[in-house]
């Protein structure tokens, strides 16, 4: 697929064009009255959008409350489980073996100092991680048009990159350029994006809640309806449960209206326990010639979540421009965050590179993504052995570290006031939050909540879930 380049626009603007440029195209300041003080008129509505927002204040709530059974999806709750966390059996955040190894190694490293990284971050860290993602013998990888950015965690790559994308892409587009994200991180990634300046953002669907599955006929509606050269956000698309043929078709749809993908991976290999087949769809679309972004993250793949670890992956269509993209990159986050932050990275980088240690993290990897789809199993089991209304194979037929339950909204409340059980409101859930010890206790509420609940025990669209 010959694809145009979006970036021309870089290639053909001297530095200080560039900077005069991006700077016309900052965002306007709110043309707000102050008139609570310097910053009162301005903040809560922004807050407000933010979903983590919303569950840190219930969050406190519960602390307040002292219930018991507030952690029991997540530890602390409900913040975890927005974030979808990989756990152990006992609540807490998992933590990779082949990290705790790796990081007594490096503690007694006698030449480790603390000096700046390089403002992209350690080139070997980025080269590996985008050869993890687009796999070594990917043609853009070999043709040194691709590359990263150490980020700060996979939302840092998601912010970097919708703030690229708003000052240099597709700049001569007379009306606003359309950003499509789909529904299930409407909240969170329409937040960044929103915040970044783009202004035109649009939710799509890929599920439906109605069958229960995948929706791939109203997925490509939107796409074929979508103005070309849009933006689409494909969230975890190891998790969406789309097969090869579907994502086959995604990319013709995409290729032939030039909308730009911009993947967005945070637990490569925890949907199959396989790396390579995790990355299928986002591989396929770099063969086919696409320019790309992917925002990569490492939080949960290593169980560093604290130390931030992402990266953003840049597909240009030749070298000049993917130098051209990094360089400006490099500008913003010389604005942002300066310089990335280096034990996590170092850690990754170490394993990645050491042979192995890196067949040692694919089998946790396997490991846990087996214990996931046993939890999604045993659920199903329990639900079906309580003689809970409805279907639950959806539960089996989804892979990957979060699912739609298909559970209604007025039972996603029932379960959170009576039960303290905590999921988004659509119905999705984090499975890693789901151990032995507390699996009886979630399926028995689930079925108080669906049995409970007069009318349909599943399914409702979008539209009535708004
Ligand atoms: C949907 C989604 N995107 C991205 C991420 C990446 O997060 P982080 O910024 O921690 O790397 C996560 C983490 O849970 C996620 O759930």
């Keep these: 697929m010959d694809l145009q380049s979006s970036w021309g626009v870089i290639k053909n603007h001297p530095l200080l064009t560039h900077l005069e440029t991006a700077a016309n195209n900052l965002s306007p300041r709110p043309d707000h009255e102050l008139q609570n003080g310097l910053f009162g008129a301005v903040m809560p509505p922004q807050i407000q959008l933010c979903f983590s927002h919303r569950l840190r204040a219930e969050h406190q709530h519960q602390e307040v ?15 975890e489980n927005s974030k979808q966390h990989c756990q152990t059996e006992m609540g807490k955040a998992w933590v990779c073996p ?5 990081l007594l190694q490096i503690a007694h490293d006698p030449t480790l100092d603390h000096e700046y990284l390089p403002v992209l971050g350690f080139p070997e860290f980025t080269r590996a991680a985008t050869e993890l993602a687009l796999g070594r013998e990917s043609r853009a990888v070999i043709e040194n048009r691709a590359g990263g950015v150490h ?5 840092g790559a998601v912010r970097i990159g919708a703030e690229f994308l708003w000052r240099w892409y597709n700049t001569s587009s007379p009306s606003p350029i359309a950003v499509y994200i789909a529904f299930p991180q409407w909240d969170s990634l329409r937040c960044i994006f929103q915040d970044a300046g783009f202004t035109e953002i649009r939710p799509y669907h890929y599920w439906d809640t109605v069958r229960l599955a995948v929706a791939i006929e109203e997925f490509l509606e939107v796409l074929e309806s979508a103005p070309d050269c849009s933006i689409v956000v494909l969230h975890a698309p190891e998790e969406t449960g789309l097969t090869p043929k579907q994502w086959e078709e995604v990319a013709r749809v995409m290729g032939r209206k030039r909308l730009f993908p911009f993947f967005d991976v945070p637990a490569q290999g925890l949907a199959s326990g396989d790396l390579d087949r995790d990355a299928w769809a986002l591989r396929h679309f770099v063969a086919q010639g696409f320019e790309l972004f992917c ?9 560093l ?3 931030r670890v992402g990266n953003l992956i840049v597909v240009a269509r030749d070298n000049e421009t993917l130098v051209g993209i990094r360089s400006q990159l490099q500008k913003q986050v ?25 067949n040692k993290w694919k089998q946790s990897l396997r490991m846990l993504a087996e214990k996931i789809m046993l939890i999604r199993e045993k659920l199903k089991q329990k639900l079906r052995i309580l003689g809970t209304p409805g279907c639950w194979d959806h539960l089996t037929a989804q892979s990957g570290t979060r699912s739609f339950t298909g559970l209604l909204p007025s039972q996603v409340a029932f379960l959170e006031k009576h039960k303290h059980i905590y999921l988004l409101a659509n119905g999705q859930v984090s499975v890693c939050s789901i151990n032995s010890h507390n699996l009886d206790y979630v399926a028995q509420s689930i079925n108080e909540a669906v049995s409970s609940t007069a009318g349909r025990a599943q399914g409702l669209s979008w539209a009535e879930m708004e």
């Design 151 to 155: 980020t700060v965690g996979g939302t």
């Design 305 to 307: 979540y604290d130390e």
């Design 65 to 79: 409350r002292g219930d018991g059974r507030r952690r029991l999806l997540g530890t602390p709750g409900l913040i």
């Design 295 to 303: 925002a990569q993250s490492f939080s949960k793949t290593f169980g």
């Design 98 to 102: 082949t990290v705790r190894q790796t």
């Design 334 to 358: 010389m604005g942002t965050w300066a310089t990335p932050a280096s034990l996590g990275a170092r850690v990754i980088t170490t394993v990645l590179n050491n042979p192995a240690l890196l």
